[in-house]
């Protein structure tokens, strides 16, 4: 089955704490990216990879990493978690191709303490 | 001014009534345009791709208005299943996704 899977679905942690949200997609597609939202303000995007070893800031990157060293998978990482973080956070992929929708993960709820 | 505008209604409508959410964007150079469905806190899922000529699937017909720079999503004979938030969103070029702030919709009984 096609899919997106992010893990952890559910994570309370405290401030400063690293963590890192997975993030992996078995359809081959070349971008991914990371979104997150919050009441009254939308889904915004953290992050986005056209392709293995490319990424690119979106419109809210302050405090977060990304990596993509394959092409399967995309972690969100936060180095020093602050409690502005707490969000719900989504990964999604596309074939890259213009036009394309992008397929989204079931979603990570964080909460930093 | 965001680059997506919805309202954020909610939209409260009888089943089987038919309804019609307007977007507007303010970015020209944008490229594609959709409409996904979000559920309570789920994760939001592809509704219809928009295209220049009007698009139809079953009950749900969307166009697009590059001139004016808005999209519209029309449903007609609603059912209690169609309750969701319905997102408009741009693609630009580099397949950057803009989402509007999302339209609720609550059809009743």
């Known amino acids: 089955e096609a899919q997106v899977t992010q893990n952890p679905r559910y994570l309370i942690t405290v401030t400063g704490k690293k963590l890192t949200v997975t993030c992996s997609q078995n359809?081959?597609?070349?971008?991914m990216s990371w979104y997150r939202q919050d009441p009254g303000l939308g889904l915004r995007q953290i992050y986005y990879?056209?392709?293995?070893?490319?990424?690119d800031k979106g419109d809210v990157p302050e405090g977060y990493k990304v990596s993509r060293k394959e092409k399967r998978n995309f972690p969100l990482i936060l180095e020093s978690p602050s409690p502005n973080q707490t969000s719900l956070y989504f990964c999604?992929?596309?074939?890259?191709?213009?036009?394309?929708?992008?397929?989204f993960g079931d979603g990570t709820r964080l909460s930093i303490l | 001014r965001k680059e997506v505008e919805q309202d954020p209604g909610p939209f409260n409508v009888p089943e089987g009534a038919t309804v019609a959410f307007n977007c507007t964007y303010s970015?020209?150079?944008?490229?594609?345009f959709f409409w996904y469905r979000q559920d309570c806190r789920k994760e939001p899922k592809l509704l219809m791709s928009?295209?220049?000529s009007g698009n139809e699937d079953g009950r749900f017909t969307a166009q697009l208005n590059r001139a004016s720079q808005y999209i519209s999503l029309l449903i007609r004979d609603s059912k209690l299943s169609d309750s969701a938030t319905y997102l408009c969103?741009?693609?630009?070029?580099?397949?950057?996704?803009?989402f509007g702030g999302g339209t609720r919709l609550m059809v009743k009984p």
């Open positions: 999604a992929s596309s074939p890259g191709t213009l036009g394309q929708p992008q397929h």
């Open positions: 359809m081959n597609h070349e971008y």
């Open positions: 990879s056209m392709n293995v070893e490319v990424t």
């Open positions: 970015n020209s150079a944008s490229q594609s």
């Open positions: 928009v295209y220049s």
């Open positions: 969103v741009r693609s630009n070029a580099g397949n950057m996704l803009t």
